[in-house]
């Protein structure tokens, strides 16, 4: 147990770049370096993990560590990997409301509001290219944008979900030319149990008091996310919308770009702020919460995967739901990421020069954060 630990504690550490960053990560130190699985098997956790909704490169450790350790190999995986950006982003949370009136550091916020733009422009093209290549996926990205555009409430992003995955089932099923007998599903039915119940008591937990509150929040969020940790961003934004300004939610997420790890630790600086009183707390119960469902899933799924996916309906409805988390995060990018954070002709410059750069010289990361950090400051010495 202490060796995955420690193996993903490094990963945690220095892992920049996002979830495809992380599955290369992970393919090089765990098939090739240490050889605790063959590439065939480890193909097969990552596609696990496109299927089922959660933070896909934490789902992809979480396996490895499950494969490696059983469950509590998994749980050393996950607070490994997680521990690093956990403790950065709490620090921020509690930290920066003191240093924002500085003028430095506000340039450097702004810088990484920018790269914000930059980054989930990047992925709701990655996104559209891999989920809507169908006219009928499409379409239903573009309602499902323009939808919660017009109606942003949390309601909305689930009666979204719910119609994507009807229509995905009735119009982006695929056919079978031949009968096939389909393989057995071993579901882990104790885990599906387990993430049902938590869903539903979810939408009742704000009247059991500020942390759990917090959890139903945040379990909600983790429970609906297909695509990866950007796609967080329009729900998270619509359940703290009452607890947290916009501008300061924009802040955690453009800090949440500049760390290793997990893109949901995003979540651990929303909870420290929305829990003042006892940020660590909050921190932590949303953290673990965000995390809890994919998690969850991944252990009904692990080892009837193939079964699953190979139903023609089962793999309509999951193409219809891709499609309309690609439409909410089209309109996240509006609002809040563009809204809030270009607010200027020299802000939409530097944008386009970011975007350029990730995409034609496919800048690291990393470099991209110090980079739009200096201009940001650059910006309020010289205005």
Excluded at 133 to 147: H, I, N, P, V, W
Aim: net charge neutral; hydrophobic share 60%; with cysteine.
């Amino acid at each position: 147990m202490l060796q995955i630990f420690l193996r993903f504690f490094t990963l945690g550490l220095l892992s920049f770049g996002g979830p495809a960053a992380h599955i290369g990560y992970f393919r090089q130190t765990f098939v090739n370096e240490l050889g605790w699985l063959d590439d065939k098997r480890y193909a097969s956790l990552v596609a696990l993990s496109q299927f089922m909704p959660g933070p896909g490169s934490s789902q992809v450790g979480f396996a490895i560590g499950y494969h490696r350790g059983g469950l509590l190999g998994a749980i050393a995986a996950f607070a490994g990997f997680t521990l690093p950006s956990f403790i950065l982003m709490y620090l921020l949370a509690v930290t920066t409301a003191a240093w924002l009136g500085n003028d430095y550091m506000q340039g450097i916020v702004h810088g990484l509001k920018l790269l914000a733009v930059v980054v989930v422009a990047d992925a709701v093209l990655a996104m559209f290219s891999q989920f809507c290549q169908r006219k009928t996926a499409r379409l239903l990205m573009l309602g499902c944008a323009a939808s919660i555009l017009i109606f942003p409430f949390l309601w909305t992003q689930i009666a979204l979900l719910i119609l994507a995955a009807l229509l995905g089932l009735s119009f982006l099923s695929a056919t079978e030319s031949e009968p096939q007998k389909p393989e057995p599903i071993r579901l882990n039915y104790l885990s599906l149990a387990i993430f049902i119940a938590l869903f539903v008591a979810s939408f009742f937990a704000l009247n059991l008091g500020v942390e759990a509150g917090i959890f139903g929040e945040f379990y909600r969020a983790g429970s609906l996310v297909f695509g990866g940790g950007h796609v967080v961003l329009p729900l998270l934004e619509t359940a703290v919308g009452d607890s947290l300004s916009s501008d300061r939610f924009l802040t955690g997420y453009a800090f949440a770009q500049a760390m290793p790890g997990p893109m949901f630790t995003f979540a651990t600086f929303l909870g420290a702020e929305m829990m003042l009183d006892n940020p660590f707390v909050g921190a932590a119960i949303a953290t673990l919460a965000i995390f809890l469902p994919g998690f969850l899933l991944m252990l009904v799924g692990l080892k009837s995967w193939h079964a699953i996916a190979a139903r023609p309906k089962i793999a309509g409805m999951l193409a219809g739901v891709n499609a309309g988390v690609v439409g909410l995060l089209a309109a996240a990018l509006y609002q809040p990421v563009f809204s809030q954070g270009v607010l200027s002709a020299v802000d939409m410059a530097l944008v386009l020069l970011g975007f350029g750069a990730l995409k034609i010289f496919k800048l690291p990361m990393l470099l991209l954060v110090v980079g739009f950090s200096v201009c940001g400051m650059a910006l309020i010495v010289l205005m």
